[in-house]
């Protein structure tokens, strides 16, 4: 068992990225999910979803360890797809 993380195209209900058991950006993700009032009893499951300040917000708050090429390179291309009228939202299942 282990952590999976995704980001998730609410238009097509495809999975767009991937992450495995990446516990601080998912830290991050559930510093979000608080920021933005989510309710959850454990950040387990609850889907998050996404706008280009919250894409900011991810990229400010993550701790730089977890600012690897891969993960800079998906929330780029999260930013570009919200702002083309594309609609995301993060989710986890551990």
Known sequence: MG???YITNNDTDE???YWRNH???HDTF???ALHKNIKFDSFNCV???LTQKDIDFI???MPDTAKDLKTME???KCKFII???GHLSYDSWW
């Open 15 to 17: 999975e767009t990225n």
């Open 83 to 85: 702002g083309t009228g």
């Open 3 to 5: 952590l999976d993380m």
């Open 47 to 49: 889907p998050v979803p």
């Open 23 to 25: 516990y601080e950006l």
């Open 30 to 32: 559930q510093k979000l």
């Open 74 to 76: 998906i929330l780029s």
């Open 59 to 61: 990229i400010a708050n």
